[in-house]
C-alpha cells in the first residue's frame, strides 16, 4: 500500500524538530507519523468535535493499545477503527458542559 503524502504532517514535523532543537540543544532524528483513515464528519460544522474525539483517544489510559494499532502494518483499517469507534464523538452540549465545569474549577 502506497502512502499518502500531506503537505501539513511536514509543516508540523519541521516545527516539531525547530522546538525540539531550541530545547534540548540538539538535533532531533526522526519524527515517526501514522496516518490512518479515521470516521470524517458528514457535514461543515461538526470537524471541531471529531478533532476532539481524536485528542481524547490519545489521553485514554488505553492509547497506547491505539498508538500500538496504527504502527502495526499487519492491523487492517477495520481493527484500527473498531477501537476509534469505541469513543463517541462528543455533543457540543457535552463539550460546552466540559468547558464550563472547567473554568469553574480554576
Given amino acids: 500500500m502506497r ?16 522546538k525540539y532543537a531550541a530545547e534540548h540543544n540538539g538535533k532531533c532524528k526522526k519524527i515517526e507519523v501514522h496516518i490512518a483513515d479515521i470516521p470524517q464528519q458528514t457535514n461543515a460544522s461538526d470537524c471541531g468535535l471529531f478533532a476532539i474525539r481524536s485528542a481524547n483517544l490519545f489521553l485514554r489510559s488505553d ?6 494499532a496504527l504502527k502495526d502494518p499487519s492491523n487492517s483499517e477495520a481493527e484500527i477503527n473498531e477501537y476509534y469507534n469505541r469513543s463517541p464523538v462528543p455533543t457540543r452540549k457535552t463539550v460546552l458542559r466540559s468547558i464550563r465545569t472547567l473554568t469553574n474549577n480554576h
Avoid: D, G, I, T
Avoid at 6 to 16: C, R
Fill in 63 to 68: 492509547a497506547q493499545h491505539y498508538y500500538n
Fill in 3 to 18: 502512502k499518502k503524502k500531506y503537505e501539513s504532517v511536514n509543516l508540523l514535523k519541521a516545527f516539531l524538530k525547530q
